[in-house]
């Protein structure tokens, strides 16, 4: 590999590096907003927690949840370009 090569990919895995930070920030950013939701709906009476609100709450802890498990994956994506690109420049 030339140097040239070896450049970009280094400016990659920093690039790609980069983005796993920023998706582990987010990742966290959404795990907060949905543990805040969840405790709303833990605290609500039992009456409306079945009633139209409650189900509203439901929902966005679910998509709250379905984001999270997507940030993971994308997380895992990335570890993996990451080791990819090393294993590139070696």
Request: hydrophobic share 35%; aromatic share 2%; no cysteine.
């Amino acid at each position: 590999m030339n140097d040239q090569r070896r450049k970009a990919i280094s400016l990659l895995l920093d690039k790609v590096t980069e983005m796993r930070t920023t998706v582990e920030d987010l990742r966290s950013e959404i795990e907060t907003i949905k543990d805040e939701e969840q405790e709303y709906f833990d605290n609500m009476p039992e009456g409306l927690q079945g009633s139209e609100k409650g189900d509203k709450a439901g929902s966005t802890i679910d998509s709250l949840d379905t984001a999270v498990q997507a940030m993971d994956a994308i997380e895992t994506e990335l570890e993996g370009a990451e080791t990819a690109l090393d294993e590139a420049m070696s």
